[in-house]
């Protein structure tokens, strides 16, 4: 395991890190603990597929990308660390997705023990200095409209409803999924959507 740097507090690898807890990128290697991860905790892939994670499930995760009309810079699966070292959460991010300056978290799940213990809240406000500080102006992510829980969680954390949109999923279900934003550098949401049209409410695109 390496050791946090003395002045930083952080690990060479470490993206952030909030209450004892650090990010850092999964290995590929690392996969089956990101499924075990899945499987110890299903409330998420019922919700938003009606059954629990499938045994490729964390694999798919690692491999996607964003779609061809999406460019992007460069993404990163992030496993969420406890001070023991062991597989709590994950997080995918991608940055500059669109546009300059818009980072996307295309997931962030903790394991269903921790929710409403405040690790959530803490980890996401890491997540989004270390974005601050890598020149993100926007923050943007998308939740399945049901997912009470993210809902609220996102809503509570400044994110602003932009667009809806839906969302097939490979299990044949289509999901609604609310589109959401949050501005990082001051400016007002109308600013977001001249920079990513895809966005805008009356867009209709697939
Ligand atoms: C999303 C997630 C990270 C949030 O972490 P958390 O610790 O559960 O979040 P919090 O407890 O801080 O906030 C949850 C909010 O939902 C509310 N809530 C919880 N259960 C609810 C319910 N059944 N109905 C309505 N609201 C509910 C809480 O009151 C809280 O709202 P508030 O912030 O206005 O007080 C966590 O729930 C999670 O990992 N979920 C599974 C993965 C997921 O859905 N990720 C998001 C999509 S990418």
Same mark, same amino acid.
């Given at each position: 395991?390496?050791?946090?740097?003395?002045?930083?507090?952080?690990?060479?690898?470490?993206?952030?890190?909030?209450?004892?807890?650090?990010?850092?990128?999964?290995?590929?290697?690392?996969?089956?603990?990101?499924?075990?991860?899945?499987?110890?905790?299903?409330?998420?892939?019922?919700?938003?597929?009606?059954?629990?994670?499938?045994?490729?499930?964390?694999?798919?995760?690692?491999?996607?990308?964003?779609?061809?009309?999406?460019?992007?810079?460069?993404?990163?699966?992030?496993?969420?660390?406890?001070?023991? =070292?062991?597989? @709590? $959460?994950? *997080?995918?991010?991608?940055?500059?997705?669109?546009?300059? %300056?818009?980072?996307? !978290?295309? +997931?962030?799940?903790?394991?269903?023990?921790?929710?409403?213990?405040?690790?959530?809240?803490?980890?996401?406000?890491?997540?989004?200095?270390?974005?601050?500080?890598?020149?993100?102006?926007?923050?943007?992510? =998308?939740?399945? @409209? $049901?997912? *009470?829980?993210?809902?609220?969680?996102?809503?509570?954390? %400044?994110?602003?409803? !932009?667009? +809806?949109?839906?969302?097939?999923?490979?299990?044949?279900?289509?999901?609604?999924?609310?589109?959401?934003?949050?501005?990082?550098?001051?400016?007002?949401?109308?600013?977001?959507?001249?920079?990513?049209?895809?966005?805008?409410?009356?867009?209709?695109?697939?």
């Amino acid at each position: 395991m390496t050791l946090p740097d003395a002045l930083t507090g952080l690990a060479p690898e470490w993206r952030f890190q909030a209450r004892g807890h650090h990010a850092r990128p999964l290995r590929a290697d690392e996969v089956p603990l990101l499924q075990a991860l899945y499987d110890a905790n299903p409330l998420y892939f019922e919700v938003v597929s009606g059954r629990p994670a499938w045994p490729g499930e964390a694999q798919e995760a690692f491999d996607d990308r964003p779609p061809p009309e999406m460019p992007y810079r460069d993404q990163e699966c992030l496993g969420l660390f406890g001070p023991d =070292g062991t597989l @709590v $959460g994950v *997080t995918i991010v991608v940055r500059d997705m669109m546009a300059p %300056g818009v980072w996307h !978290v295309a +997931l962030f799940l903790l394991a269903t023990g921790l929710h409403g213990s405040g690790l959530a809240r803490a980890l996401y406000q890491a997540l989004e200095d270390w974005a601050v500080q890598g020149g993100a102006q926007w923050m943007r992510l =998308g939740v399945v @409209v $049901g997912n *009470t829980r993210a809902e609220h969680f996102w809503a509570g954390r %400044g994110f602003a409803p !932009v667009r +809806l949109r839906e969302h097939i999923l490979s299990s044949d279900r289509t999901n609604l999924l609310r589109v959401m934003v949050k501005p990082l550098a001051g400016q007002p949401v109308p600013a977001y959507l001249v920079l990513v049209p895809r966005d805008r409410p009356e867009t209709d695109l697939p």
